[in-house]
Nanobody
Framework: QVTLVESGGGLVQAGSSLRLSCAAS????????MGWFRQAPGKEREFVAA????????YYAASVKGRFTISRDNAKNTVSLQKNSLKPEDTALYYC???????????????????WGQGTQVTVSS
């Protein structure tokens, strides 16, 4: 079992960069698969990126591929999302999520994750 706390959100200009962090508590953090999701007002929660427990496999939504990078540091119990070339369309509440043993084919599904943070707001101005 883990608890998650996101940080790093804020108001930034389009084209700038931002790094989100997710701090996790729990001795077994390294065994969890992790994901980042986002939700804009009036829209469904959507997949952004995922990284499996080994750290060797990462996955991205088409809308962020090439701009965002997900990484994890098991020694520090953290997962990060480096966000470059931000666009106004990236404005949303960003959540980190965790689960043990996420099936590969379900990695983009929010329902596949058991633990969620409270979210951190990212607003990108044009």
């Amino acid at each position: 079992q883990v608890t998650l706390v996101e940080s790093g959100g804020g108001l930034v200009q389009a084209g700038s960069s931002l790094r989100l962090s997710c701090a996790a508590s729990g001795r077994t953090f390294s065994t969890y698969d992790m994901g980042w999701f986002r939700q804009a007002p009036g829209k469904e929660r959507e997949f952004v990126a995922a990284i499996f427990w080994s750290g060797g496999n990462t996955y991205y939504a088409a809308s962020v591929k090439g701009r965002f990078t997900i990484s994890r540091d098991n020694a520090k119990n953290t997962v990060s999302l480096q966000k470059n070339s931000l666009k106004p369309e990236d404005t949303a509440l960003y959540y980190c999520a965790a689960a043990r043993g996420v099936y590969y084919y379900r990695r983009e599904e929010a329902s596949a994750y058991n633990y969620w943070g409270q979210g951190t707001q990212v607003t990108v101005s044009s």
